[in-house]
């Protein structure tokens, strides 16, 4: 197989998990095993490739948040949720989102000075596969149970952000755990009782995050010396993969969570998790 083929292969995959909560980089190194293993680079490069499709996807919320920080109002269409938002709780809205990123950039920057790096066997993203599988049917029906109690909540309380930038540093330190499903599901046990709610600011902290964290990995490459050693053309062919992968898969997740629950993907975790625990060697 060619290394633009593999590339290809491979940004489809990140397009195709990225925002399912089945955990992109646990699929991503679980195909280099067969593909080729890729650089830390590679990876996160790809991943902000998909999150270029949220941007799209979301631009008018983005530009609705703008728009409400200049003092007017963000009219019903710019919000997916499609409700009307003032500039105040836009302004809101976007400093949670802040706070999230905040957490989320400061926990990164202690996991790579504690030199944290991701695992070279299958069995750890397998049993966070399956645990995260568990984790999800738990957090979904807690929530169901409150929203029954109290109705559906949409907002998104200041609590509830931090523990999203807290989720996502865990997902990062465990693959297979989702960073997808660790802060949808977050946001759900912490109060916000809507499927969609929680899924959107899921998917939107992920811009800041995901941008960062590339331009993080360019900036550390850049001073070991290592830029000339990455395939760009590879590189490139994964990153726009990714991204077009990125915007049919989340346009379809939108469409799904409106009136059905995460529990399918709970299923495929806990198989793919017990068939690599059963089919792939120890230390593999």
Do not use: C
């Not at 489809?12 to 830390?40: C, K, M, N, V, Y």
């Not at 865990?170 to 912490?190: C, E, H, K, M």
């Amino acid at each position: 197989m060619t290394d633009l083929l593999a590339a290809l292969l491979l940004g489809i995959i990140e397009g195709i998990t990225e925002f399912l909560p089945i955990s992109s980089t646990g699929h991503l190194l679980i195909a280099q095993h067969w593909l080729g293993h890729r650089s830390d680079l590679f990876n996160i490069a790809i991943q902000a490739g998909a999150i270029l499709a949220v941007v799209v996807i979301y631009w008018k919320r983005l530009w609705g948040m703008l728009v409400a920080f200049l003092g007017h109002d963000a009219p019903a269409p710019y919000d997916p949720l499609g409700v009307t938002a003032t500039p105040a709780q836009s302004r809101d809205y976007a400093f949670k989102l802040l706070a999230a990123f905040a957490v989320t950039a400061v926990g990164g920057v202690l996991v790579k000075a504690l030199g944290w790096q991701l695992p070279h066997t299958v069995q750890p993203i397998a049993w966070a596969l399956i645990i995260g599988a568990a984790w999800m049917v738990l957090a979904e029906q807690l929530a169901a149970r409150r929203a029954e109690r109290e109705g559906e909540r949409t907002d998104i309380a200041w609590t509830t952000a931090l523990l999203v930038g807290v989720a996502q540093v865990v997902a990062g330190v465990f693959p297979g755990t989702s960073r997808s499903a660790a802060t949808i599901f977050v946001a759900l046990l912490a109060g916000t009782t809507s499927r969609v709610a929680a899924t959107e600011f899921a998917f939107v902290v992920g811009i800041p995050t995901m941008f960062a964290a590339t331009g993080y990995e360019l900036l550390s490459m850049a001073r070991a010396g290592g830029i000339g050693q990455e395939n760009w053309t590879a590189l490139g062919v994964a990153f726009v993969a990714s991204a077009v992968t990125a915007f049919v898969a989340v346009k379809w997740l939108l469409h799904y969570i409106q009136s059905r629950r995460f529990t399918a993907f709970a299923v495929y975790r806990v198989v793919l998790g017990v068939a690599l625990l059963a089919l792939v060697p120890a230390g593999d």
